[in-house]
């Protein structure tokens, strides 16, 4: 089967903070290209997102054990009674791939608590997730065989090309062959789907808007910022005007704000023994920002930030007083 011939088109954008999928029968397509199935189950969702945690957990022998919100519970319990110490567990580290350096399959990365492991091993475990989670979800409802899926994989547009080639190995792995995978840029398919909604900011569906229009697309992710700026051409097509630009200036870069504001607050060797002796409370304040984060309004003036301090914080605090 070609590619363009699939019954299916199932996408992963495998976020560095959150991941997930959506996915699109060719029937449906052809009717109303904005019909398209995500996925609202994820075990252990606390319903954030439609998409699930970027987390991978592996047990004392590099094995796979969970991902996900499942893989952060499983690994807050393991560390809230000491016990997390020998387990590998990676967060956060799609920006490992994010930079000038040449990314090579060798490539070590170190877990939370800087233990290395191979990183094409922890990216190839995650995209296998959401693999398996797809296949599953979809045989539910459609009969379908592997060799009738398209699989995209977005990629930050900034990224070398080391990192987009080592994407595509780590989806390899994972069980999906060359000639079923696209590597897509993470700004074009934004792009693309545009080019199907009713957008309300402007006085016009920008469905409807003419060929020729200029728009810059801004993609503010966790760990990057992709701006796209495309021309709207005849037949669905896009043209890329300037070549796609951004940095490390995701919600990430607020999180290691607030945590710097903590050091300030606390001091360093504080926050140092909290995340060795305490990581429990540690995730858990973190966790905290991330709600109040998602909570604060530009609009509104009851803007404070109530930081909930753990014993643990203020054992810690006291042994440097
Ligand atoms: N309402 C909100 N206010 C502020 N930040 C938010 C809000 N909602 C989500 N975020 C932040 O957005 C980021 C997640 O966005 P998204 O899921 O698009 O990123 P990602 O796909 O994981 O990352 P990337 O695309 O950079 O690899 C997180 O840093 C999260 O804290
Ligand atoms: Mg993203």
């Not at 590099?62 to 893989?71: C, I, N, V």
């Not at 590597?183 to 808007?209: M, N």
């Not at 509104?300 to 054992?315: G, H």
Request: aromatic share 14%; with cysteine.
């Amino acid at each position: 089967m070609s590619l363009s011939n699939a019954l299916v088109s199932a996408a992963f954008d495998f976020g560095t903070a959150y991941s997930g999928y959506a996915y699109s029968l060719r029937s449906d397509f052809n009717e109303d290209p904005t019909k398209i199935l995500t996925c609202e189950g994820w075990p252990a969702s606390k319903g954030l997102s439609m998409k699930t945690a970027t987390c991978v957990l592996f047990n004392e022998k590099q094995e796979f054990d969970s991902f996900g919100y499942e893989a952060e519970n499983k690994y807050m319990t393991l560390a809230s009674e000491h016990f997390h110490h020998n387990w590998f567990y990676f967060r956060r580290f799609k920006m490992e791939l994010y930079g000038e350096k040449s990314i090579t399959e060798k490539m070590v990365i170190e877990d939370v608590n800087g233990k290395p492991m191979k990183a094409l091993i922890v990216f190839q475990a995650a995209i296998k997730y959401l693999k398996e989670h797809f296949l599953a979800n979809i045989k539910k409802f459609q009969a379908v065989l592997d060799d009738e899926i398209q699989y995209v994989l977005t990629v930050p547009a900034i990224w070398s090309d080391s990192a987009k080639k080592f994407m595509r190995l780590a989806a390899n792995g994972a069980g999906i062959q060359d000639d079923h995978l696209v590597i897509a840029l993470e700004p074009e398919a934004a792009s693309i789907y545009c080019q199907h909604i009713k957008t309300e900011r402007v006085s016009t569906d920008f469905a409807k808007s003419i060929v020729g229009t200029k728009y810059v697309v801004v993609d503010i992710g966790g760990g990057t910022t992709d701006v796209a700026v495309h021309e709207k051409c005849l037949g669905g097509k896009i043209k890329e005007l300037f070549h796609a630009s951004g940095g490390n200036w995701g919600g990430n870069m607020v999180d290691e704000a607030f945590f710097q504001f903590l050091i300030r607050l606390f001091g360093g060797p504080v926050l140092a023994k909290m995340k060795k002796d305490y990581l429990f409370d540690y995730f858990d304040i973190m966790q905290d920002f991330e709600c109040q984060k998602r909570n604060l309004s530009l609009e509104r003036e009851d803007t404070n930030y109530i930081l909930r301090v753990p014993p643990s914080l203020s054992k810690c605090t006291k042994k440097y007083i």
